[in-house]
């Protein structure tokens, strides 16, 4: 499975995750197969694209 950050959002943010899901909710509109994930290092919610590698989608 592969994952590229299309934007970070930080955490401490006065509306918590709603930023990046409203986001990711836009992504998906648009055909991306994005998702919301927490990085606990770094304190922020990242939007990432998921798409699973060819050998891995082979196999399903």
Excluded: K
Excluded at 32 to 50: S, Y
Aim: aromatic share 6%; charged share 25%; hydrophobic share 45%.
């Amino acid at each position: 499975m592969n994952r590229t950050v299309l934007r970070r959002f930080p955490a401490g943010g006065p509306r918590g995750s709603w930023p990046a899901e409203e986001y990711a909710n836009a992504r998906r509109a648009e055909g991306c197969p994005a998702e919301v994930v927490m990085d606990l290092d770094a304190d922020c919610f990242l939007v990432v694209e998921v798409r699973q590698a060819p050998a891995e989608a082979a196999a399903l």
